[in-house]
């Protein structure tokens, strides 16, 4: 065996071994009834649902680092975007998920955009099926000088609802009056990265408004995120930190 060869398959055993070592960080939660919903953290603001057999893809996107292959993923049941910038709206990405059937909930534009979906305006509810609800929630910029990033009534969160489990995913906001609306949430997703979205003490305010009982900061790019852990410790809350960068 020459050195290439060996230096090939050393190369290959490291990559294993990497792979190994980083696994894709994964939160399994029960609903009411004790069906399993994992939450596997993909990256940024792209998060994976798996729940009762069906898959559920909240804004996949593959180019943006570290990149994605969602052909090599399963197919999607339904796919959540809040909104159509390139960092939560990738066609491809979308298109690489979908088999017969999927079900694309998103907003106007990236409707337009994609010419498909079902549109979904800041208060609408869809039923997708018996034990899944999704509500449509305001997800907009209130710090002057910043709305322009994401304008109010433009953009989506959700409310999902799988067998009585609440799951908040905010989209881009801050935290907006509209939160004190949101009741009985079990996992919140709240964005983290100035000037787009929230500081980690506005974070760490929308979580003492919605009281989730656990908290992924997500979206949050150079922040020092452990700032939200921080500031959460004495508050009851959850705080999981994961690979949403």
């Excluded at 960080?25 to 399993?36: A, I, L, N, R, V």
């Excluded at 596997?40 to 798996?50: D, E």
């Excluded at 339904?78 to 298109?95: G, M, P, Q, R, S």
């Excluded at 990265?193 to 760490?204: D, G, L, S, V």
Aim: proline share 6%; aromatic share 8%; glycine share 6%.
């Amino acid at each position: 065996m020459n050195k290439l060869q060996l230096s090939i398959i050393s190369t290959f055993f490291m990559a294993l071994s990497a792979c190994a070592d980083n696994p894709v960080p994964t939160d399994t939660f029960k609903t009411q009834h004790g069906k399993e919903v994992v939450l596997t953290a993909i990256k940024h603001a792209s998060i994976r649902i798996s729940y009762d057999g069906m898959e559920i893809e909240v804004d996949p996107v593959g180019a943006v680092e570290p990149k994605t292959d969602y052909a090599r993923m399963p197919k999607a049941d339904y796919i959540l975007v809040t909104h159509e910038h390139f960092d939560h709206f990738d066609a491809k990405a979308i298109a690489d998920l979908e088999k017969a059937g999927t079900l694309i909930v998103t907003n106007e534009n990236c409707a337009q955009k994609l010419g498909r979906g079902r549109v979904m305006h800041n208060g609408d509810s869809l039923t997708l099926a018996d034990d899944i609800t999704v509500k449509a929630v305001p997800a907009y910029n209130i710090t002057p000088g910043h709305t322009q990033y994401h304008p109010k009534g433009r953009d989506n969160g959700f409310v999902l609802t799988l067998d009585g489990l609440r799951i908040y995913i905010a989209g881009d906001t801050e935290d907006i009056d509209e939160m004190q609306k949101l009741k009985d949430i079990d996992v919140a997703f709240l964005p983290t990265n100035q000037p787009y979205t929230m500081t980690p003490k506005q974070t760490a305010r929308a979580a003492h408004i919605i009281r989730p009982k656990v908290l992924f900061p997500y979206h949050f790019s150079e922040t020092p995120i452990e700032r939200v852990a921080d500031l959460l410790k004495d508050s009851g809350i959850d705080v999981r930190i994961r690979s949403y960068k």
